[in-house]
T-cell receptor
C-alpha cells in the first residue's frame, strides 16, 4: 500500500540555522508530491509541490524541496529559519486508484524555533 | 476570492448526540475531501467527492459517519451517536480538478469535542 513517512515527529532548531525535514514515500509510479504547513489554529497551507521536471522545486516563504527518485524522498529545506516558521509540516502524495485521486499525508513534523 | 469555509468553528456535544459539520468549498472546485485530525496526529482521510461520481467513502471509520455533497457545492459531514473518540478537528479541502496534480485548499477546520 502507498504510504508517506515523516520520521521526525519533533525538530528544534535555532533561529537562523538551516532546516531539513524528511519525507519518504512508497509508491510504484512517480507520484505528485506536496509539502503543507499548518500554523497553530490554522488550516493547512501549500508550501510547494512536485509533478515532474526539475527535481528541485522552490516554494513560498523561502522553502525548497528536492525529489530523489532513487531514495523515494522529498525532503524540505530552508537555509535560514525564522521564528515564524514554527509550525507543523506535512508531506503528502497523491495516488490514483481506479481513476480517483486520494491524498495520503504523513503524520507531520512539528518544528520548534529557538530565539 | 473566498477560500474554503467550515462551520461551526467549534462544536461541543454530549456523547450520543448527532452532529453535522458543514463545508463550503471554493467555487468551481469539483473535488472535495474530508479529513480527521486527532490531537497531535496527522490527517486521516475520511471521504472524497468528485463531481457527480460516486464518492470514495473508504476512509469513514464506522457507519456512524456519513457525508453528502450537493452537486459541486456545500458538503455536510454527519456523525451519529457521537463517541469521545470522535473528538478531533475535522478538516475540509477542495481541489480544482480530479487530476492529482492539483493541490488541496483547506478550510480552517471544525474542532469537535465530545463530552
Amino acid at each position: 500500500a502507498q504510504s508517506v513517512t515523516q520520521p521526525d515527529i519533533h525538530i528544534t532548531v535555532s533561529e537562523g540555522a538551516s532546516l531539513e525535514l524528511r519525507c519518504n514515500y512508497s509508491y510504484g509510479a512517480t507520484p505528485y508530491l506536496f509539502w503543507y504547513v499548518q500554523s497553530p489554529g490554522q488550516g493547512l497551507q501549500l508550501l510547494l509541490k512536485y509533478f515532474s521536471g526539475d527535481t528541485l522545486v522552490q516554494g513560498i516563504k523561502g522553502f525548497e524541496a528536492e525529489f530523489k527518485r532513487s531514495q523515494s524522498s522529498f525532503n524540505l529545506r530552508k537555509p535560514s529559519v525564522h521564528w515564524s516558521d514554527a509550525a507543523e509540516y506535512f508531506c503528502a502524495v497523491t495516488t490514483s486508484t481506479s481513476g480517483t485521486y486520494k491524498y495520503i499525508f504523513g503524520t507531520g513534523t512539528r518544528l520548534k524555533v529557538l530565539a | 476570492g473566498a477560500g474554503v469555509s467550515q462551520s461551526p468553528s467549534n462544536k461541543v456535544t454530549e456523547k450520543g448526540k448527532d452532529v453535522e459539520l458543514r463545508c463550503d468549498p471554493i467555487s468551481g472546485h469539483t473535488a472535495l475531501y474530508w479529513y480527521r485530525q486527532r490531537l497531535g496526529q496527522g490527517l486521516e482521510f475520511l471521504i472524497y467527492f468528485q463531481g457527480n461520481s460516486a464518492p470514495d467513502k473508504s476512509g469513514l471509520p464506522s457507519d456512524r459517519f456519513s457525508a453528502e455533497r450537493t452537486g459541486e457545492s456545500v458538503s455536510t459531514l454527519t456523525i451519529q451517536r457521537t463517541q469521545q473518540e470522535d473528538s478531533a478537528v475535522y478538516l475540509c479541502a477542495s481541489s480544482p480538478s480530479l487530476a492529482g496534480s492539483y493541490e488541496q485548499y483547506f478550510g480552517p477546520g471544525t474542532r469537535l469535542t465530545v463530552t
